[in-house]
């Protein structure tokens, strides 16, 4: 397998590891944001329609993280945990704890969400930075 398609296979792999964590994720935890926030406690978009956006949402993370970790000397579980820490750091933290701050999202909401995005950022690393 050449690089591009390896490249390829790992961001695919990565964006239905992530898919399948954060649906876990969201059924152990989707009871409480329905408790926190109206937007959830209504009926759902059906799975044939939250798959197909998620998994793009996914693939996206996974080729941005991938396109990363190849520019950057870091390599081997410490360096990826490293990684995906950081940009959680960056980014998802920092707009969750934006919205708590400025629109008034409960802690509680923001901080579901931010254990989300952090399982799928290790996972995301884990699987795209290895060598």
Do not use: C, N
Not at 56 to 61: D, K, L, M, Y
Not at 91 to 103: I, K, T
């Amino acid at each position: 397998m050449d690089g591009g398609t390896r490249r390829a296979a790992r961001v695919a792999a990565a964006a239905g590891a992530s898919f399948v964590a954060s649906s876990a994720w969201y059924a152990a935890f989707g009871s409480r944001l329905a408790q926190l926030d109206e937007a959830y406690a209504g009926p759902q978009p059906s799975p044939a329609v939250v798959a197909p956006v998620e998994l793009a949402r996914s693939a996206t993370v996974a080729a941005a993280v991938s396109v990363l970790a190849d520019r950057l000397p870091a390599r081997g579980p410490r360096d990826t945990v490293a990684l995906a820490t950081g940009l959680w750091a960056a980014f998802p933290a920092v707009l969750l704890s934006g919205s708590v701050f400025h629109e008034k999202v409960p802690w509680q909401q923001a901080a579901i969400h931010a254990g989300d995005w952090l399982l799928k950022l290790l996972l995301v690393t884990a699987v795209v930075g290895r060598d």
